[in-house]
C-alpha cells in the first residue's frame, strides 16, 4: 500500500469519499486532511509514516497563512508545501488543481521538488498512474 495524505478542504465531501474508495483498492491508501486549522503545527505528525502527499492548490487561507501569501487563497497549498519541505524535503507531492500549469506553477514545481501536477478534473485513474509513476 502506498500510504497517502491528501490535503484537500473538499477532503470530506461524498465525491472524494468516493474517489478515495477506488484508490484504496488499487493499493493506494489515503488519510484525508480538509483542514488547515494548525497545519504548519501538525505536519510533522501528518506526514510521520506517509509515502506520499497530494495538495489541493486552492484552499481558504484561514488564519494559517496570509492572504497576501496565499493569492488569496489561491495558492494555500502552495503555502502548505513550503511548510511540508521544511520537514521533509524528500518526501513525493503531488499538486491537484483547478488551476492550470502554466509558468508560475511550473517554477514552483521546480523550486519545491514537487514530483508531479494533475489537474482536478483529471479521472481517478488519471491519479492513480501518475502515483503508481512516483513509486515505480
Known amino acids: 500500500m502506498i500510504r497517502t495524505l491528501y ?5 470530506n465531501t461524498e465525491k ?6 477506488i484508490l484504496e483498492d488499487n493499493g493506494i491508501s489515503i488519510k484525508p ?5 494548525n497545519i504548519k503545527y501538525r505536519l510533522d505528525s501528518l506526514i510521520k509514516d506517509i509515502d506520499l502527499v497530494i495538495v489541493d492548490l486552492i484552499m481558504p487561507p ?3 497563512f496570509n492572504k497576501e501569501e496565499t493569492n488569496g487563497g489561491s495558492l494555500t497549498g502552495a503555502a502548505v508545501i513550503k511548510e511540508i519541505r521544511k520537514i521533509d524535503n524528500k ?15 511550473s517554477r514552483f514545481l521546480e523550486t519545491y521538488k514537487v514530483a508531479d501536477f494533475i ?17 515505480q
Open 119 to 135: 489537474d482536478k478534473s483529471s479521472s481517478t485513474d488519471d491519479l492513480i498512474l501518475k502515483i503508481k509513476s512516483i513509486f
Open 91 to 105: 518526501i513525493p507531492i503531488i499538486i491537484v488543481s483547478i488551476l492550470k500549469k502554466d509558468n508560475l506553477v
Open 62 to 64: 484561514r488564519d494559517e
Open 7 to 11: 490535503i484537500d478542504d473538499e477532503a
Open 16 to 21: 472524494m469519499r468516493s474517489k478515495f474508495e
Open 33 to 37: 486532511e480538509f483542514s488547515i486549522v
